[in-house]
């Protein structure tokens, strides 16, 4: 006798949040691709997405192996209305709107990353082109296209337990080097303070 598996649906016909995590982590750990290759893939449409790096890239931050590539862990995992948009416009672009960015400058101290303060703690220009190369060099992407990515992501951290997020990771999960790294690029430049007159 031969056994099909049928995908969980609701009334509606569309599938459960139980079948949508599961196939949003197949694809989240399926072989990532390099930057360049993802950015010409990348739909406008919502979904999760993965970062992913060799564990020589942050060796005190170990994530989980890649099922496809052993070689590569899991550094981020962040949610999209748009997958392209968020990839190309905030965490390949903005640190001022990228928490990966920020993250990953706060981390990378001793690299001389320098900030500015705008309405927030910005990278200043030329050291924003300069976190783009090293992600483009350094990290590798994976995503999955999902209507509704906001329903589906904490469990996803939940189960993957990625380095760099702060936000939804179990407290027993949660890095002490990412928050101080946080913490210290949040730190790193101020508003100026008005003059006073005497």
């Not at 950015?39 to 406008?44: A, D, G, N």
């Not at 483009?136 to 999902?146: P, Q």
């Amino acid at each position: 006798m031969i056994s099909m598996t049928i995908p969980e649906t609701r009334p509606d016909g569309a599938p459960t949040d139980g079948a949508r995590i599961e196939e949003a982590l197949r694809l989240l750990c399926g072989a990532p691709v390099e930057v360049d290759v993802a950015v010409k893939r990348l739909s406008r449409g919502s979904g999760v997405y993965a970062w992913w790096a060799a564990p020589s890239i942050l060796p005190d931050l170990p994530g989980p192996a890649n099922e496809s590539v052993p070689s590569l862990r899991l550094l981020y995992l962040g949610r999209a209305t748009s997958l392209r948009g968020r990839i190309l416009r905030n965490h390949l672009r903005r640190s001022g709107s990228s928490t990966l960015r920020r993250t990953l400058a706060g981390l990378l101290v001793s690299e001389g990353y320098r900030t500015t303060w705008t309405d927030r703690v910005v990278l200043v220009p030329e050291d924003e082109s300069r976190l783009t190369a090293w992600m483009s060099a350094h990290l590798r992407l994976t995503w999955a296209e999902d209507a509704e990515p906001a329903t589906i992501e904490a469990e996803l951290v939940r189960r993957l337990h990625p380095p760099l997020n702060v936000h939804g990771v179990d407290p027993e999960h949660l890095q002490a080097a990412v928050v101080a790294a946080k913490n210290s690029y949040n730190a790193s430049s101020r508003p100026d303070e008005p003059t006073q007159t005497p």
